[in-house]
């Protein structure tokens, strides 16, 4: 089977790469400028590009997607492994003059397989992929995620980094810095034809970190690519098999020849909280890792299910592997169908015999095209297809070690907020980048939910503007940037920027909530003397006049060091320590990740602004939750307590699924045991909240919304909904009027007033 319609070659300039004519490399001039450290300095150096979590994987997938709208699912999978992805890419060892090459080559043994997949097994095209507003350096990071290789050659380094190897469950105890990671690589070539012996602990190039086991992008999409343009070739290959796991499976055997075969390789990774290097616990028997099953695995489930997944809705890739991997209970349309439960997958969608089938074909088709290390007699290859599979089937059940689904699914709770973090340069780097990293990654930092600001305390200038790219944060703050900030953490500053950016929100007459907004202060000193004063101040002023804005503390002390400036220091307050402690800083993010997610998103009157002050009017704000997720929301009673007669709050669902609707007054996360739920499909909830308050807007209590889906009819299709099986909603607040407690204290005017003029209103 011939799918290929055209040959393109690597050029750079004047710079050829290095290649095996053998292999018949055909890769876009793209993957050459990753390769050279004259166009992007350091990027061959895994710690200088962004963590291979499946967060950013999917950020700069989602950005390609964007960039290529009017593109096909079908086209779109293809491409991004014609363009992007080459297995088996190595550093030469031998001395090239970097004027006129560059000293890698595609002679792997990946590049191998790679390469008969690709030729026999694979659609191209000659359609443009366009990468959008993505830097060289964040596609070059793409394609590093998505193409195998193994490093081998021996570091210097091992007795640091291989205790590292161990799987991927273990946490290591040593911390990273930035110069042991840095050096890793630098040490690898330096020690080029110093010793024909291996590492200890080879680096696995390739590998995306995910809670259910480390796994094979590139693999993924290369099954989906199969999937979404199935065919069979002269010699009875399904290319869906032959793109995964039966041509992973031949490659072993033809490999190593004599059965049984030697399958599997687990590992570890340098760390949790910014996964970039993956160590290998062993050094030989390395032609199917564990990590290259799981893709293979996976992206033959893909291929299976693609047509099916596809006959629901359009989707894209993006989401179909956002729904597979999530670590909440999501699934491909399906919650069976995720990640947790790869081996279960495969009892249920791989047929033995037609996956035996399948390598027993391939194998002559491999060994035909390919350079394998001996001669096989032909007659002997259902022997070794045979010998394959049994030797495969005895090892799946080893990945049983992976996360399992939890038997209780807790549900799925999106995180949306507008995070503004401030921090103290006093800190050292390697506490605070492996913290915030961890943070970003897991508040659902995208294009559909939240947002971030990185601050300096010392002055309150950007570190980065707001966005929804974790890229922004990874390519904005590093060590060079952290050590030019000012050592210190200014009290005033920080707040006159939070209370700019919160007045300016409130002010733009577009604005109407649906998110949280947090600020994030990481600081090394509580405030005392004068700067204590001034924030008990400031507490009062946000409490008044930006009664949606929550502020945490993440610094040293404790909790009644922050007490006059935090509502609620026992949960608003979180303890860090000088530590570089792998395993203490994902607790430490995870504190923080927690007590953002205890925090509602709110509904604001954009007619209201800063002031609260505007006639009645009627806004409404539409929004989508995931089917069987829950949605959280506040509304301050400032834009309630006044308004018409017959002012309402109304919920409706307009025919895109069923979602139950519950409402409180003292329960922010109010259920059907605590709450007022009704069910809605294509139908309307109003309450009426002409009584919700009395005099006083300070003794009136908010509104604590909870909407959860129940069922989907796959109508979400627009540019905000992030799986196509969201089910749609509109919050409304009809004929209410703005207020704030300051017009009802009049006893406290003049404490008010002379707060006002602090604030600079």
Known sequence: MRLKLNVEIIVLLALPVVIQCQLNAVKS?????????????????????????LNVFLEILR?????????????????????????????TRRAVNINIALPYAPTGQDAL???????????????????????????????????????????????????????????????????DVETIEKQSRQSFGSTGEPSLCPIEKGVVYNDYGPFKAGQVIQGLAAGLNQEVDPNNVDNRYA??????????????????????GSGGWNSTTNPKYYFLQQNDNL???????????????????????KGKTDVKISQVLDMYYSPQQKGVFNTSFRACNRNILYSELVDSKTLQKNINNLMSVMDDKGQYPGYIVPEKYPTLAEAAFNNFASYLPRLNVDLQCPQLDSGIERVRTDLLIFIDPNWEYRTIQPILSYILDNI?????????????????????????????????????????????????????????????????????????????????????????????????????????????????????????????????????????????????GQNVVDAIKRIPRAIVNPACGSSFVGSASTTSYSD?????????????????????????LRITEPSTGSITVCISRDNDRPTSLNGDCQTLQSSVKSYDLSNYCGNYARDCSPIYLSIYGNSTQYRCTDATCRFPNNIKYIISLDSVGCTSSAFAIVSNFILIAALFLLLKF
């Open 444 to 588: 659902d930092v995208n294009k559909f939910a939240s947002r971030y600001s990185l601050f300096s305390g010392a002055d309150a200038s950007n570190i980065t503007n707001s966005t929804s790219y974790l890229l922004e944060f990874h390519n904005s703050y590093n060590l060079s940037v952290h050590q030019r900030l000012p050592r210190s953490f200014d009290y005033s500053k920080v707040y006159e920027k939070l209370e700019s950016v919160a007045k300016s929100k409130l002010n733009n007459n577009t604005y109407n909530g649906g998110e949280s907004t947090i600020i994030l202060l990481i600081t090394k000193n509580a405030p005392t003397g004068n700067q204590e004063t001034f924030v008990k101040q400031r507490k009062e002023i946000i409490k008044q006049y930006l009664p949606d804005l929550s502020l945490l503390v993440l610094g040293e002390g404790s909790s009644t060091d922050y007490s006059s400036m935090l509502l609620n220091p026992s949960k608003d307050f979180i303890s860090l320590s000088s530590t570089t402690n792998d395993d203490n800083l994902k607790n430490i």
């Open 113 to 179: 397989k790679g390469t008969i997949i690709f030729d026999e097994y694979l659609p191209t095209s000659q359609i443009r992929l366009s990468y959008g507003d993505l830097s060289m350096a964040d596609v070059c990071a793409f394609h590093y995620m998505i193409s195998n290789s193994i490093n081998k050659t021996i570091r210097g380094d091992e007795d640091q980094t291989c205790i590292r190897s161990a799987r991927y469950q273990m946490r290591r105890t040593r911390a990273t810095s930035r110069k």
């Open 287 to 309: 032609d199917l890792t564990d990590q290259d099953i799981r893709g293979s695995l996976d992206g033959l489930y893909m291929a299976l299910k693609i047509n099916d997944i």
């Open 243 to 264: 793109a995964t796991l039966a041509g992973d499976l031949c490659q072993a055997a033809l490999i190593q020849m004599s059965p049984p075969f030697q399958l599997g």
């Open 624 to 648: 989508s939750v995931d089917l069987y997720g829950t949605n959280y929301y506040k509304i301050s009673p400032y834009y309630f307590a006044t308004g018409s007669n017959g002012r309402s």
């Open 29 to 53: 001039e793209v993957l050459a400028i990753c390769y050279n450290e004259s166009a992007i300095p350091g990027i061959t150096i895994a710690n200088n590009r962004p963590p291979a979590t």
């Open 63 to 91: 950005r390609i997607e964007d960039a290529n709208p009017a593109m096909g699912i079908n086209n779109l999978a293809a491409l991004l492994i014609q363009k992007l992805r080459q297995n088996g890419i190595e550093e």
